[in-house]
């Protein structure tokens, strides 16, 4: 078990990309990929995710906090019941309320992605078996 420790604390688990590469050809430490950093016009890395539009975080960021909220209440409820305490009535009520708020602003996700995806419209590009079509057709350029 010791020498697990010292490797710990000597750092050897941990991966600093300016280190990890240092020993590598001239050509490896310069391309960013150890590290995972992608230069400005380079090729996105695969797992790379888009960002959700600042609407739609917030509109989500709300839902799982009144989800939340409303699963902490249920929980409040259920253990006031079994004990036989009389906030039990009072936490069932709000956590019925809060079921209903919380359906609303999981709603209002989907409301809001929708309404921004429809105002901001969507990058469509035709596959290559569509552009293949077409170009077959005649309808590409000459």
Wanted: glycine residues 6%; neutral net charge; charged residues 20%.
């Amino acid at each position: 078990m010791e020498h697990l420790s010292d490797s710990f604390t000597s750092g050897s688990f941990l991966r600093c990309p300016d280190n990890a590469a240092a020993g590598a050809p001239e050509s490896v430490r310069d391309s960013g990929a150890e590290s995972g950093i992608l230069e400005e016009g380079s090729e996105k890395s695969m797992y790379a995710k888009s960002r959700l539009p600042d609407p739609v975080r917030s509109a989500a960021v709300r839902a799982v906090l009144v989800v939340a909220l409303t699963l902490v209440q249920l929980t409040v409820a259920v253990l006031c019941s079994l004990a036989g305490v009389w906030f039990a009535f009072p936490a069932l009520l709000s956590t019925v309320a809060s079921t209903v708020v919380a359906t609303w602003a999981v709603l209002d996700v989907w409301v809001t992605r929708q309404v921004w995806v429809q105002r901001h419209g969507v990058v469509s590009t035709p596959s290559s078996a569509a552009r293949d079509r077409a170009l077959r057709r005649g309808h590409g350029a000459h």
